[in-house]
């Protein structure tokens, strides 16, 4: 640790949406690749932006970091405007857009000194501390053509947060990586969160790895906004889920529970999770046999799969 404050710009807006897509569109030759998104992005989370290949995140994450420009609308990085205020915009963002420049012939740490020398006021007890946040300790040393895809990766992550960025941009980062490594990108990325106070946008077309890596997800599909899922907020004492009752009499059931709609064998009531004992115990007391009570929300992978047409999301 260097000691450093972290810089929250002084007006207590901790808050404020790291970035802000306001109806942002890209038209090119009379074609929307995407087409008026307007997402916030709360601070401090792994936010994911799910959609099947050709939906438009590689579009819409070159807008957000200046490399394509944006054709309708506007994306604000920390309040800055990525259109009028480019420079001010881009010093609060890290990204992994196209494969990181990298020398191969020389070592991890010799990369991070050359790339620290182009943004001002690094350190060297900044450099090694993004080592430490990548888990690169070990290998540091050695020639970067001798790391796997995976520590590659690594190096590049501590390239792109050198500068204490307060979000950090990775387009598809599982592609590539096996099992092992995406364990570990996922590790290392809610890690990122928590000590550096950093917010990851990552994109994949990968459903399961989304769910298992994010706190959000945002589901994008030809270039349009079709869902915003906070899945950590579902898995709240409070949220409401929708679950089936399996009885012997189902009229007799949803008689009791004011609400319920009856399919098949099942009463379906939409409660939250405290409220499911005691709705049992009422079924129960009222002479009921419950054979089973299960959680039938639609989970994000039936209306992914909805979405995509049940097949391929390849
Ligand atoms: N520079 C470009 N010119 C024209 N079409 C493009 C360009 N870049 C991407 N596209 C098209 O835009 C759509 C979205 O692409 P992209 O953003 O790469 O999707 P994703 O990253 O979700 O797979 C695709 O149909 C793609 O062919
Ligand atoms: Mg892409």
Redesign the pocket.
């Known amino acids: 640790m260097n000691g450093e404050p972290v810089d929250e710009g002084g007006n207590g807006m901790q808050n404020e949406p790291v970035v802000r897509l306001q109806g942002v569109s890209k038209i090119?030759?009379s074609?929307s690749?995407?087409s008026d998104l307007t997402l916030d992005i709360s601070p401090g989370q792994v936010f994911g932006f799910l959609?099947?290949?050709?939906?438009?995140?590689?579009?819409?994450i070159r807008m957000m970091v200046g490399l394509?420009s944006i054709s309708k609308g506007d994306i604000l990085i920390s309040g800055h405007s990525v259109k009028t205020e480019f420079e001010k915009a881009i010093a609060e963002v890290g990204a992994i857009v196209e494969n990181p420049e990298m020398y191969k012939f020389l070592t991890g740490y010799q990369n991070l000194v050359h790339f620290a020398r182009m943004s001002p006021g690094i350190t060297k007890e900044r450099i090694a501390e993004t080592i430490e946040r990548v888990g690169l300790t070990a290998r540091i040393h050695d020639k970067v053509k001798t790391y796997s895809l995976g520590m590659r990766q690594r190096l590049g992550v501590a390239q792109a947060i050198l500068h204490k960025p307060k979000l950090l941009v990775l387009?598809?980062p599982t592609n590539g990586l096996d099992p092992q490594g995406i364990r570990e990108l996922r590790d290392y990325l809610r890690q990122l969160t928590r000590e550096e106070g950093i917010t990851v946008f990552v994109?994949s077309?990968l459903l399961s790895e989304m769910e298992l890596m994010c706190d959000t997800v945002a589901i994008?599909q030809n270039?349009k906004l079709i869902d915003v899922r906070n899945l950590r907020q579902e898995a709240g004492a409070d949220a409401q889920i929708e679950v089936a009752f399996e009885v012997n009499n189902a009229q007799r059931a949803a008689e009791l529970i004011p609400g319920a709609t009856i399919q098949g064998s099942n009463i379906v009531i939409s409660v939250s999770r405290e409220q499911i004992p005691e709705l049992n115990a009422r079924l129960v007391h009222e002479g009921l046999q419950v054979y089973g009570i299960r959680n039938v929300t639609h989970t994000l992978e039936d209306q992914f799969l909805q979405m995509t047409g049940g097949g391929g999301i390849g």
């Open positions: 090119i030759s074609r690749l995407v959609g099947p290949n050709g939906a438009g995140k590689t579009t819409t394509m387009d598809e994109s077309h994008i270039g």
